[in-house]
């Protein structure tokens, strides 16, 4: 079915294609990275019945494959949803089939749809929706972060949503290949006639908090705070890989592929 009928994000929706994708994002993610990690004390409690929106900076064009492998760890009881440029759902129209619906890049239009059915989606309280809020991609560690407005306007339009920040980082650590970093911060919901102008600041201070607590752990350089939520591809491989085993073999040790002491992985 093409995302031009007008059929919304629910009724174009496979839970079999999601399925699908989540298997396959989470093997892309464990082959192109060391490991996906969760910093403690992981996801806020969430109060059931009420929808949820997870707002995130845009470090990198994985965010879209993090987002769909952590809706299948961290929610499994919920139906979750993304918005998506409409120009690369016109191009890859299986993208509707998994929960991901078309925006305009333009900022007026694509405000305005993005508000409609995003509204729709989060009148159900069992749903997700996964939004980059920068809007663009930035610097994990660039301030400010300069949210886009629609997310405040969202969350002060929808009745009950739970807007839950999101910190991403993909650094590097002492292996061949990235860490996928993932902070949640404190809830933030909007009182009662608070209007988008007064929740929008509050809401990028709580992902700035978010991000900066971030920052610090991944400046340690330290696993131990985190829990892996995806083990990824350990060691450097190849001929190098090879003399390490050999190494090991000969001085009676048990061959790790790290090169990182026990305590940093």
Sequence with gaps: MSPRSNAGPEALRSEVAVRFFMRVMRRQLAGNFRAVRLARPGLPELPEGRPVMIYANHPSWWDPAL????????????????????????????????????????????????????????AKPDRVLWITAQGRFADPRA????????????????????????????????????????????????????????????????????????????????????????GGARGTGGVYGLWQRGRAALKGERYSPDHAPEAER
């Design 67 to 122: 987002f769909i492998a952590l809706q299948g760890a961290l929610f499994p009881g919920r139906i979750g949803f993304g918005p998506i440029d409409g120009a690369m759902l016109e191009r890859y129209p299986f993208m509707a089939r998994i929960g991901l619906f078309g925006v305009a890049q333009d900022s007026r239009r694509g405000a305005a749809e993005f508000l409609r059915q995003a509204r729709g989606i989060v």
């Design 143 to 230: 301030r400010p972060l300069a949210l886009r407005p629609g997310a405040a306007h969202l969350v002060a339009r929808a009745p009950g949503l739970i807007a839950v920040p999101m910190a991403i980082e993909y650094p590097f650590w002492s292996e061949k290949k990235p860490e996928a970093l993932v902070r949640f911060g404190a809830p933030v919901e909007a009182a009662p006639g608070e209007r988008p102008a007064a929740l929008a600041p509050r809401m990028e201070a709580a992902l700035t908090e978010t991000a900066d607590a971030l920052a610090e752990l991944a400046m340690a350089r330290d696993a131990a705070p985190f829990e892996t939520l995806i």
